[in-house]
């Protein structure tokens, strides 16, 4: 049974994480472990002799054994809304006490709505996982065909049990109208619709990392790549939430001391609708936005005198030279909505 992290699905964002914003407002039961572990980093973890007052410590959440008619819930405010293209519903260590069943209905509402709101008949909600069998101790994977932008979701067990982490894989649909067109807006946030499509490695840190919002929590959160022993230098390429014309940069090594980048470059082009092999190919028409840069140990580096006007952009490319970690990407330019 393993307990890393799955790859997120290229292209998607798990738009329920903690991390993003991500809450489990409301369950119908939380008797063994509470509800807010659903949401949290990791597949969980289990320590054979810890105990609480109500029974055995889970990773995970986890309703009592029911012994009359019905079934468990717990409603998920997304983080980031969007489109749900892939769920995993975890029920890592969860063995004799896993639910053999779960299913999955979505709904729109307020940023502010209350879980008892949302738990009442007045809330319209649509199913998208119709009833499905689950499997202990497993990643329990599932396409979703539906393609309707979504804020929050209710995860069904049936009738009961325990579920370790539960991922909702998708595209995040911001809602540009809180941004006037005239505002600079960092556009490879992943709150705007950004998205890490490739990189040339990320063996101590994932690319996804470099779009995440606030600064890193520690090295693990940035995006990190092997030691190169040989010719060559690492890249990432992140495809914006909207082309834009930029305008600023910030490079952020915080937390990255001796493994730093030694130097930078950018890359922008406007090639909205490239595969992500074509992205990779040296025919694409990448230009120079900012020429390679010294950079330096836990720092953050703003760029905008230094930056070419190179027009519209749907991605950008970032090299590092040779090799090392960065935190934190953020480009602000100002939005193209044709």
């Given at each position: 049974m393993?307990?890393?992290?799955v790859?997120i699905?290229a292209?998607l ?10 809450q489990?407002l409301?369950?119908?039961d939380?008797?063994?472990?509470e ?21 055995k410590w889970?990773?995970?959440w986890?309703?009592?054994r ?15 809304p969007?489109?749900v293209?892939?769920?995993?519903i975890?029920?890592?260590y969860?063995l ?13 509402a307020?940023d502010?709505t209350?879980?008892?709101v ?8 649509m ?6 069998p689950l ?5 329990n994977?599932?396409?979703i065909?539906n393609?309707q932008?979504?804020?929050h979701?209710?995860l069904?067990?049936?009738p ?7 991922r ?18 960092d ?12 990189t040339?490695d990320?063996f ?15 090295m ?5 790549t ?8 690492d ?5 914006l ?5 930029i305008?600023?940069?910030?490079v952020?090594t ?6 730093y980048?030694?130097q ?19 025919s694409?028409q990448w230009?120079e936005?900012?020429?390679k840069?010294?950079?330096?140990a ?7 005198k230094?930056l ?15 090799d090392g970690g960065v ?9 193209n909505?044709?």
């Amino acid at each position: 049974m393993q307990t890393t992290d799955v790859i997120i699905p290229a292209g998607l964002v798990d738009l329920a994480s903690e991390r993003v914003g991500g809450q489990a407002l409301l369950a119908s039961d939380e008797f063994f472990a509470e509800k807010e572990n659903l949401l949290k980093p990791g597949r969980g973890i289990f320590i054979p002799d810890k105990y609480t007052d109500r029974g055995k410590w889970m990773d995970g959440w986890e309703s009592r054994r029911k012994r009359a008619p019905g079934h468990d819930w717990c409603i998920i405010k997304l983080g980031l809304p969007g489109i749900v293209k892939t769920v995993d519903i975890d029920t890592n260590y969860f063995l004799g006490n896993h639910p053999p069943f779960a299913s999955i209905e979505a709904c729109v509402a307020d940023d502010s709505t209350s879980g008892n709101v949302l738990a009442s008949d007045d809330t319209r909600w649509m199913e998208i996982l119709p009833k499905s069998p689950l499997k202990p101790g497993s990643q329990n994977i599932f396409q979703i065909i539906n393609t309707q932008r979504w804020t929050h979701l209710r995860l069904h067990i049936y009738p009961d049990g325990g579920v370790a982490r539960f991922r909702v894989y998708g595209e995040v649909v911001p809602d540009w109208s809180k941004h006037a067109q005239n505002d600079p807006v960092d556009l490879a946030a992943v709150e705007n619709g950004s998205v890490v499509v490739a990189t040339s490695d990320m063996f101590f840190g994932v690319g996804q990392n470099l779009t995440m919002p606030g600064r890193a929590a520690n090295m693990g959160d940035g995006w990190e790549t092997k030691r190169r022993r040989g010719p060559g230098y690492d890249w990432a390429i992140i495809r914006l939430g909207k082309s834009g014309v930029i305008q600023k940069i910030e490079v952020d090594t915080n937390h990255f001391k001796g493994n730093y980048p030694d130097q930078c470059s950018l890359e922008g082009c406007h090639a909205p609708d490239a595969t992500i092999e074509a992205l990779k190919s040296p025919s694409t028409q990448w230009k120079e936005l900012l020429p390679k840069t010294k950079l330096h140990a836990d720092t953050r580096h703003f760029f905008e005198k230094e930056l070419s006007e190179i027009g519209l952009c749907s991605h950008v490319r970032i090299n590092i030279y040779p090799d090392g970690g960065v935190s934190r990407l953020r480009v602000w330019g100002l939005r193209n909505d044709g």
